[in-house]
């Protein structure tokens, strides 16, 4: 009863186009944000924020990117992580050779660098499809994370092949660093992510993201409108990867602090790909809330013992939540292969009708 | 049968086609005239739909060019055949299902639709002009088949008949100059077809565009097509009225199976 | 530039002509490589010939089973019995698979089936790294009986080594892929395998169970993957880096293609050729390592060439 639409009528396809139609969702959404932008900086603690928010949003940054690219798109991509590592290692020369320009600009800068290289990695996708186009991906994986080692010039020749984020200030306020809070990293990073989901919005409801999912869907038909395919498949290879840049960047310089070459491994894009599969492909909502599921998982683990009394080593809560996961995959795959969004769609069905069954 | 027609739109010359060693076409010839509905029949495996994916630029016949509005070419892409205004639909339904009907046909005017991607990326501007120009249009093509209450279906879940009523919609979405329509009635009853040669006539009327027809039901064929060609084993082996082709020995041996 | 495109085109060559001896070790060790390729790749052959599920997690059902062999051994089962009892564990895991994964999913698309071998893949590292630790174990070889030493051959003035547990490799792995063509070329069984590969509804249609062919195919995977899983930890420890020198198998299937088992074999032998001549003579051009990636890129630029791979079937699109 809570979530009926009657009498809202639209009266224009502007208002029928609108990213909330329904006004319930539009009190919720801001709510969301006011909540996000407002209240977790008053409310939240350190230890939140650090290990929970800030962690979840960038990597839904990621897995928005990955999303585009293959949810919408349908190119299955092993890449995400090197792609990340290309945004961050990009940044932190960016820092070097720029010391005066303001870090937001760079993190963002350093998105297009990640994007040039995705771009790059996509040509093939003109002649390979499906599987084999995954196989050119874990290529650029395994290429760009040796290159993350085996280039010093990356890491500014640091002895243990590791980048420090230097302190940068935004209107004097430490931003990046050890002096930077947690409150200030989280609000730059919500920032970043609110905007450029918008901008992902924009792009999937319009021309754009019609012509990615047509050329998911049946790529002959699609040619056959005049859709250009490569050209097509390249704009999400770039689109893509720039997202995954950022997401990396900012992880680096808003979230971790520091990297390693092993930041950035095979085994980063993997926990990004099951945030898009668990979270719903096709679906930016998903992104989220897979990042933050699978992002949430071993936390939750860790802490439940210990809430009931028991002990659990962390290494042990580590394992139990790498089973717990593939189970989780393979449960959603079966259940609802469109995953939580599908999921969270058919709760607002069902809150439409409620308190009737149907 | 509706507009005056009017000289030839469509040539179609000397097309052979064979895929590794089996010939589907051999030395096709065909015209279609413009505003004209145009039928091929034959029995199956004739060689019909490769005809249509020869116009269509996804096959590359070995011998042969095909002209439209006078220019002639030999090898061409598909989306540049979209570009010069042909549109087509499938016999095996190619929708997009992970897409509304509405999104469908809004993926037809793709051609139509210029803005670049910074314009995209905001959408406040130039973009949402655009999006909600383009939605009027596509509106009136929703009007026209009568397809209001499925808008926002995603077409994997629409029944076969619909399926096939929006498909038809999103090549008239392109606003074509020639459509391919690659039996478009197949699988349906008998309200779903004559609801089917409805929208047929009337888009040969009222837009007066030139439609060319893949069909096996004969009675739709003799009644909605101007002319009809009749291709047997890859071959053409009679062209006229629906009349004259009617009874012409070589096709009534074709569909009789008589060994020729 | 000119010393770059000399160390490119001209130096390695050289270099393998002086040295003839170290030219053959090479060919040698990336022969033994690409046979190990080949037999993981043979795990993904069988399961994607037979039910059309590409299976990500056989690189971990290798790691999982030589794990659970060594894991029991460690408990004081003796050698020969915890061979048996880790048959009996992949044939209640080839069951599992069938029950828990395979048969709910019958219908869907392929990518799904594959996403689900993703979980599977998690669900096993966890499992495994619960189960045993995640500790590198040493290979039981000694209870085994598998043989050790090494061959020494003079040949060109030098020396040509050869591990013999190398050699047992290779005609171990060559009878398996003898005895596995000839299960799907000549016998029902076979005939069953391929039918079901085609097509699920059609198979069903003429009365063979899926289920059984799932159970069986998936059985034999198993097998193969523990016969790997013993041949590489024999080779160096037994740890879930193996996990990792799994994806090899991909460019290996991407040359060989994804249903033919001749092609896996000549596959894996020419990636692992190719990537150990690549990297012992071209290696030090580029700096080490480019072992990682060199495989990847050997099949990507074949990819572009011909985009079903060596033995392949074309894919023809029809509309």
Redesign the interface.
């Known amino acids: 009863m809570l979530y009926r639409e009657v009498g809202q009528y639209k009266t224009s396809y502007g208002a029928d186009q609108a990213l909330f139609p329904i006004l319930q969702d539009r009190i919720g959404i801001t709510v969301i944000l006011l909540f996000a932008f407002v209240g977790v900086p008053l409310t939240a603690s350190s230890f939140t924020l650090d290990s929970v928010l800030i962690p979840v949003l960038v990597l839904s940054l990621a897995a928005t990117g990955l999303n585009l690219l293959t949810g919408f798109t349908g190119l299955l991509s092993l890449g995400t992580g090197g792609f990340m590592g290309v945004g961050a290692f990009a940044c932190y020369k960016l820092t070097t050779f720029f010391p005066n320009v303001n870090i937001i600009v760079l993190i963002l800068c350093s998105g297009f660098f990640a994007a040039a290289v995705g771009t790059v990695f996509g040509l093939p996708s003109l002649r390979i499809k499906g599987f084999y186009l995954a196989v050119a991906t874990l290529a650029a994986q395994f290429f760009l994370s040796w290159c993350f080692i085996r280039i010093p010039w990356l890491y500014n020749y640091n002895v243990s092949a590791s980048i420090e984020v230097p302190t940068k200030t935004l209107l004097g306020i430490p931003v990046t660093g050890p002096t930077a809070s947690p409150v200030t990293r989280y609000l730059i990073v919500l920032s970043i992510v609110a905007l450029l989901t918008l901008v992902a919005a924009n792009l999937v409801r319009g021309r754009i993201g019609r012509t990615w999912m047509a050329v998911r869907d049946m790529d002959l038909a699609a040619q056959l409108i005049g859709i250009r395919l490569y050209q097509t498949k390249l704009l999400a290879f770039a689109v893509s990867s720039f997202y995954c840049g950022v997401a990396g960047a900012m992880m680096v310089f808003l979230w971790l602090g520091n990297a390693e070459s092993e930041s950035f491994n095979i085994n980063q894009s993997f926990l990004i790909l099951f945030m898009v599969i668990i979270g719903g492909l096709g679906s930016l909502l998903g992104s989220f809330l897979g990042a933050a599921l699978i992002w949430g998982l071993p936390i939750v683990l860790r802490a439940a013992p210990a809430f009931f009394g028991l002990r659990i080593q962390s290494a042990t809560a580590e394992q139990a939540s790498f089973v717990i996961v593939g189970a989780l995959i393979i449960f959603f795959l079966i259940v609802e292969p469109h995953g939580l969004a599908r999921l969270w769609q058919i709760g607002k069905q069902k809150l439409r009708v409620w308190p009737f069954p149907y | 049968m509706g507009r005056s027609v009017g000289g030839p739109i469509l040539e179609v010359e000397g097309i052979s086609l064979s895929f590794g060693g089996v010939v589907a076409l051999q030395a096709v010839s065909l015209d279609v005239r413009e505003h004209e509905i145009r039928a091929i029949i034959g029995p199956n495996g004739a060689g019909k739909s490769s005809l249509l994916n020869v116009i269509n630029g996804f096959y590359h016949p070995q011998k042969g060019s095909v002209s439209f509005k006078g220019r002639k070419r030999r090898r061409v892409d598909p989306h540049e055949v979209a570009q010069q205004g042909i549109a087509r639909t499938f016999q095996n339904i190619a929708l997009f299902r992970g897409m509304t009907a509405l999104d469908n046909l809004m993926t037809g005017r793709t051609l139509k639709m210029k803005s670049n991607f910074l314009h995209q990326a905001v959408y406040w501007g130039a973009a949402r002009r655009e999006e909600l120009e383009h939605r009027a249009k596509v509106e009136e093509i929703i009007d026209f088949l009568e397809i209001q209450h499925i808008r926002r279906t995603p077409v994997g879940q629409l029944p076969y008949g619909l399926q096939k009523r929006v498909e038809l919609g999103r090549a008239l979405a392109a606003e074509p100059d020639l459509l391919l329509l690659d039996e478009p009635m197949a699988g349906m009853n008998i309200e779903e077809k004559q609801d089917m040669c409805r929208f047929v006539l009337d888009v040969n009327d009222q837009f007066g565009t030139t439609i060319v027809l893949i069909e096996h039901d004969m009675s739709v064929v003799m009644d909605l097509s101007d002319r009809v060609a009749v291709l047997d084993y890859g071959r053409k082996i009679a062209d006229g009225t629906p009349d004259e082709v009617r009874h012409h020995r070589a096709v009534i041996d074709a569909y009789l199976g008589v060994a020729h | 530039m000119t010393h770059l495109l000399y160390g490119i085109f001209i130096d390695p060559f050289v270099q393998m002509g002086a040295a003839p001896d170290l030219l053959v070790q090479t060919l040698w060790e990336g022969l033994v490589s690409g046979v190990l390729y080949a037999l993981i790749a043979l795990g993904f052959v069988l399961i994607f010939k037979a039910s059309g599920v ?1 299976n990500f997690a056989q690189g971990i059902m290798v790691v999982f089973s030589a794990l659970t062999l060594v894991g029991l051994n460690e408990h004081g089962v003796p050698a020969y019995l915890a061979l048996a009892l880790t048959i009996a564990v992949m044939l209640v895991l080839a069951f599992a698979v069938e029950r ?2 395979l048969r ?2 019958v219908n ?1 698309p392929d ?2 089936l ?3 071998t ?10 495994g ?2 189960i045993f630790g ?1 500790d590198p174990k040493v290979m039981i070889s000694d209870q085994l009986q598998l043989p050790s030493g090494s061959y020494r051959i003079p040949i060109f003035g030098g020396y040509l080594q050869m591990q013999k547990i190398d050699v047992a490799a290779t005609i171990i792995a060559s009878l398996m892929v003898a005895a596995l063509a000839v299960l799907f070329n000549r016998t029902r069984i076979g005939r069953a395998l391929r039918a079901v590969a085609d097509s699920h509804k059609a198979a069903l249609s003429v009365g063979i169970s899926l289920e059984q062919i799932w159970v069986i195919v998936w059985f034999a995977a198993g097998i193969v993957a523990l016969a790997t899983g013993i041949m590489w930890g024999a080779r160096s420890n037994v740890s879930f880096a193996l996990e ?1 020198i799994a ?1 090899k198998a ?2 290996v299937l ?1 040359l060989g293609g ?1 249903t033919s088992i001749p092609g896996a074999i000549i596959g894996g032998i020419i990636i692992g050729v190719g990537e150990k001549i690549g990297e012992f003579y071209w290696g030090p051009l ?2 080490s ?2 072992e ?2 060199f495989a ?2 050997i ?2 630029v074949f ?2 060439f011909r ?1 079903q791979g060596l033995f392949g079937e074309r894919i ?2 029809r ?1």
Request: negative net charge; aromatic residues 18%.
């Open positions: 590409f828990v994964i709910p999913l869907q990518i799904i594959f996403m689900a993703f979980g599977l893949t998690y669900f096993l590292i966890g499992l790294e619960l995640g990792i994806l991909l460019p991407i994804f580029l700096g390592g480019i990682s990636w990847y890129v099949a990507l990819l572009l985009p023809i699109e509309l």
